[in-house]
């Protein structure tokens, strides 16, 4: 008997695993999470799941399609920019230049590539199509040269490194290393205030959401299973009819567009972009997050961006510079003992529960609601051992 | 006589100085089933992955349908209508074999339909399990395969996507005498209805029991071509097969 039958009165039909899961964790972090948290932990909480959107990129690319996305922070900055730029714009007012462009005092009208950005129908759109489009030039280049693994990677992070130079080179036009800053407003959301910060965390959470199912779609697809073909014998799959470079490049610019659309809601969230937030550590640290969390598994790689991104911040209050190892020797521990992440201890966990005797509590807790606990359908659990 | 399927000329194949293959010709016909045998090292697998661009020959032509596939990719060959299997089986291990087959089954699809979700099994799918007698084992991973069930697999991903030119690659090696018995019967099967046929094979019992028309190679080049009979009679043949001592098992046994 599982919990969600007993829950449900008898004739009801049963809801999927899956539902009932997503369910849980939608509620969880529209109700309980606002319930809960003081205003500054549920904008930090809505940072970490802007992180999420990211994370769940990585997943596809990485987790599905074996790429090592080792420069997502190009795609999440340029979202981010595309936004702060709009932002900038509309807080400086009609005809008004934003106060970024007036220390150099090389401006005194819009420069020509912030001037489109005026219209949010040309910044929103940017911040996803941009990323995307990047990732379209760049990855065709790149995956039907047949160039893969640590030459992909290395690649992919020497571009987020570039885009750190551009950054921090045009400091007159892009505020330099200290980026964006000092936003007023977000759509007529005040973005200082606690209670418009709330509605930007609900943003935030339905666009996961969203983001999250459509790519679970995807994953869950014909075209699902062809990537996972692809990365496991990419040669192969060629053999079928399919053409890996296109399999691949699907999936890397849907991931740089998820990155972008983090990127522009991180700015409102978090009131800045720059580029110490999308260099080669921030790059490296989200395919981290990934891979904790659990690389192959879309729900456990957003839940990796927001527990390592909850732990680094406790630990951090309390030892300023502990985290640093502490993310070290995290991410040894992963790559040694747990190449499945989170997911991958908790799969073992259920696995070790579900061979216990049955005992109720902690059982019923574990048990994933439809998959009723392996000890459940046999009378004598001696005969396990037979 | 049937139109001309498959025709390679003066085909070379160079590994540096070394020749695999070595202006070598072959046409087959449309329905013909034809069994490629030779010692080991005769460039048979070469021949093969010439053909589907796994390598580059470095001189000649191979023409489908009258169509040059030299310069093409490996996945526009495919979609020419032509199917191959590996000497060393290789499928999808964490793909259940339902969702191997499935994807082979799907590569015509437009991109579009790709994305969607399998919405229960195809006719052509289910067939095709079922002509290798992997249905019972239709939602286990494929990695949990016998090898000689992976083979079959293999065919079966092949055998749906239609191919107009099968190519097999020693398709009953570590087989039992049984399962040999039914890829051979499946063999003939395919050809019946209409597929022309390669097949690379090492075991003559086989070849003797499903061959009609056999090609023998040697260091790159066609010996002789002929009917198993002839073959068998062929001097030559027994001579290259008995200078070599490791294959002498494989001669006693062609000669018998
Ligand atoms: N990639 C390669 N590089 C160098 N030599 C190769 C390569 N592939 C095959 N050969 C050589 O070409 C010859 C023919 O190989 P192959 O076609 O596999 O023979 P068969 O399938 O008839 O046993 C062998 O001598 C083999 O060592
Ligand atoms: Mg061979």
Same mark, same amino acid.
């Given at each position: 008997m599982s919990t969600m039958a007993k829950l449900l009165p008898t004739g009801t039909p049963r809801p999927s695993a899956f539902l009932v899961r997503f369910v849980i964790m939608a509620a969880t972090l529209l109700l309980v999470a606002p319930w809960l948290l003081s205003d500054f932990r549920l904008s930090l909480l809505a940072k970490f799941l802007c992180f999420a959107i990211i994370a769940v990129g990585i997943g596809l690319a990485y987790g599905q399609g074996g790429m090592l996305v080792l420069g997502q922070g190009l795609f999440f900055g340029i979202g981010g920019y595309a936004m702060g730029m709009h932002l900038k714009i509309v807080d400086a007012g009609e005809g008004q230049l934003p106060d970024i462009l007036t220390y150099s005092g090389k401006y005194d009208s819009l420069p020509a590539l912030w001037k =489109?950005? #005026? #219209?949010a129908w040309f910044a929103i759109p940017m911040a996803i199509l941009l990323p995307m489009a990047i990732a379209a030039l760049l990855g065709a280049a790149i995956f039907r040269q047949r160039i893969r693994g640590p030459y992909f990677a290395i690649l992919s992070q020497a571009l987020a490194a570039a885009f750190v130079v551009v950054l921090v080179g045009n400091n007159a036009l892009t505020g330099g290393t200290n980026g964006l800053t000092n936003f007023q407003s977000f759509f007529g959301l005040s973005v200082t205030s606690p209670s418009d910060q709330r509605t930007l965390y609900f943003i935030v959470v339905v666009v996961l959401l969203i983001v999250f199912l459509l790519t679970r779609e995807l994953v869950l697809g014909r075209y699902g299973r062809v990537l996972i073909a692809t990365r496991d014998d990419e040669d192969r799959v060629r053999f079928l009819g399919y053409d890996p470079a296109r399999v691949k490049l699907f999936a890397y610019v849907m991931a740089a567009g998820m990155a972008g659309l983090a990127g522009a809601l991180f700015v409102p969230v978090v009131g800045i972009i720059s580029p110490a937030l999308l260099g080669i550590v921030p790059s490296i640290e989200m395919v981290i997050w990934v891979a904790l969390g659990g690389r192959t598994v879309l729900a456990w790689a957003a839940a990796g961006a927001v527990i390592v991104n909850w732990a680094k911040t406790s630990v951090s209050e309390q030892f300023p510079s502990g985290w640093l190892y502490l993310q070290g020797l995290l991410f040894v521990v992963v790559i040694l003992y747990? =190449?499945?992440g989170i997911a991958g201890a908790v799969e073992h966990i259920r696995a070790y529960i579900g061979r216990l005797p049955p005992t109720g509590g902690l059982r019923i807790l574990m048990s994933s609601g439809d998959r009723p606990p392996k000890q459940a359908a046999k009378p004598n659990p001696t005969e396990e051992a037979a | 006589m049937s139109s001309v399927m498959l025709e390679v000329r003066n085909l070379v194949v160079a590994f540096g100085a070394f020749h695999a293959i070595d202006d070598l010709d072959l046409t087959l016909h449309e329905h013909e089933v034809r069994f490629v045998i030779g010692p080991n090292g005769a460039g048979k697998t070469t021949l093969i992955d010439s053909i589907t661009n796994l390598v580059r020959p470095t001189s000649g032509s191979i023409r489908f349908a009258g169509e040059e596939l030299i310069g093409k990719s490996e996945h526009a060959i495919v979609r020419t209508g032509i199917g191959r299997t590996f000497q060393k089986p290789s499928v999808f291990d964490e793909l259940t074999v339902l969702e191997n087959v499935d994807i082979a089954a799907s590569f015509r699809l437009r991109f579009r339909s790709l994305l969607k979700r399998r919405r229960g099994i195809s006719d052509e799918v289910a067939e095709s399990l079922d002509s290798v007698n992997l249905t019972a084992q239709r939602d286990e991973p494929a990695g949990s395969l016998s090898h000689g069930q992976k083979q079959w697999l293999e065919v079966a991903m092949v055998l749906v996507q239609r191919p107009r030119l099968l190519l097999l690659d020693e398709p009953v090696a570590g087989m039992t005498e049984k399962e040999r018995l039914h890829t051979g019967e499946l063999i003939t099967q395919i050809a019946q209805q209409g597929t022309t046929v390669l097949v690379i094979e090492h075991d003559m019992d086989f070849v003797r029991r499903f061959a009609h028309k056999v090609t023998v190679m040697h260091e790159g080049k066609i010996l002789t071509e002929g009917t198993v009979a002839d073959v068998q009679q062929d001097e030559t043949v027994r001579e290259v097969y008995l200078g070599r001592p490791r294959d002498a098992r494989g001669a006693a046994e062609a000669l018998a």
């Open positions: =489109p950005f #005026s #219209s747990l =190449p499945k | -």
